[in-house]
């Protein structure tokens, strides 16, 4: 009994410490696509064009990616970052390759 005791209470504190610091902290990292052009910046490429089952909703074909803290993304001008990313409003990294 002893055991099913302190599996409960460490099933509450785990609970309670998850909520803690990605619900109230928002201390996770959201991934955000924006549009890319080719000619003028470094960046990904999904094919799109030819294999639609590699693409997100978004279908871009050229992108990249940011990682931003939710804390941050409220900071932000609009859903995209592009701009807060680059003038260092908000700490953003940039991917350079998607992990698979």
Not at 69 to 89: L, P, V
Request: aromatic share 20%; hydrophobic share 30%; proline share 3%.
């Amino acid at each position: 009994m002893r055991i099913f005791y302190l599996f409960l209470v460490t099933l509450i504190v785990g609970v309670i410490f998850s909520f803690y610091k990605y619900y109230w902290t928002s201390n996770y990292d959201l991934l955000i696509e924006v549009t890319c052009d080719p000619y003028i910046e470094k960046c990904l490429y999904r094919p799109c064009d030819k294999d639609t089952s590699k693409c997100l909703p978004n279908k871009f074909s050229y992108y990249k990616s940011y990682l931003i803290k939710a804390y941050d993304f409220s900071k932000c001008k609009d859903s995209t970052c592009k701009g807060d990313c680059y003038s260092n409003q908000s700490r953003c990294t940039v991917k350079e390759k998607i992990d698979t």
